[in-house]
């Protein structure tokens, strides 16, 4: 193992998990390069699993000979740099990371055909803009059983750390990427029915037993607040909504969407 034991986040080699932004390690002019960080045993070993390049760890001496070996084993002979607690506090939020951070290299991304061939159930994710529930909607959709995701460009990237940690590494495990200049037109030319999930005078239950005859059907979701555009609703085949109890008028789309994806795959 290529072990480098450090002191200070001084050095340039570690301004990935110190210094660089998420739209720095997305590197844009050079996507060929453009890396994200891995954290926890569990989500590095799912990225790993899924195929993605290592380019370093950092992580607390003690788990270098436990816990982080199998994973350190697994990478060949990539730099691990290693430090005691009190210099990793450094780094804002690293005790969420379970003492382990990884670098990795971004995988290509799939056109919308690939991530659909064969999918029944996906989601589709209008400018949702917040990691946290990029992450809990990845995490939902992995859990009951949907097949992909498509999002459009302005929302959230599934990469950033933060999305990748509530996820716990599902993002790896669903195939996902965008839909591209077609935008929702391509849900209608891959064989998708459609439905949005929204409010509005029009809609039917989530429970429609319409729905659930539909052999490829894509569920539509909006961003926080505002919800799905008027356009996104105009081209859908349904519109649907969640029945509510008290007086509650809408869910978050995370929550919002776990109960969808339940319905809709059971």
Request: contains cysteine.
């Amino acid at each position: 193992m290529n072990l480098i034991p450090i002191d200070s986040f001084d050095d340039p080699a570690l301004d990935v998990y110190a210094r660089l932004t998420e739209n720095q390690l997305k590197n844009r002019k050079d996507p060929g390069n453009a890396m994200f960080i891995a954290e926890s045993p569990v989500v590095i070993e799912r990225a790993l699993d899924s195929g993605c390049v290592p380019v370093s760890f950092l992580m607390e001496t003690k788990h270098a000979l436990g816990k982080g070996r199998i994973l350190i084993e697994r990478c060949g002979e990539i730099p691990v740099y290693t430090a005691e607690p009190e210099v990793l506090t450094k780094l804002t939020g690293f005790h969420l990371t379970r003492g382990m951070l990884c670098c990795m290299l971004r995988p290509p991304l799939k056109r919308a055909e690939e991530i659909c061939a064969g999918a029944k159930r996906i989601a589709v994710l209008e400018n949702v803009m917040n990691p946290t529930n990029i992450g809990a909607i990845f995490r939902s959709a992995a859990a009951l059983g949907m097949d992909a995701v498509l999002l459009t460009d302005e929302g959230s990237d599934p990469l950033y750390r933060r999305a990748i940690r509530v996820s716990m590494g599902t993002v790896f495990q669903i195939p996902w990427g965008y839909l591209g200049d077609e935008g929702f037109g391509i849900l209608k030319r891959l064989g998708f029915t459609t439905c949005a999930l929204a409010l509005d005078e029009r809609a039917i239950p989530l429970s429609d037993e319409r729905l659930k005859k539909i052999e490829k059907l894509a569920a539509v979701l909006g961003t926080e607040g505002d919800g799905l555009s008027a356009a996104a609703i105009d081209s859908c085949d349904y519109t649907v909504r969640i029945p509510m109890a008290h007086g509650v008028d809408s869910l978050n789309v995370a929550a919002a969407s776990a109960v969808a994806f339940w319905e809709l795959c059971r």
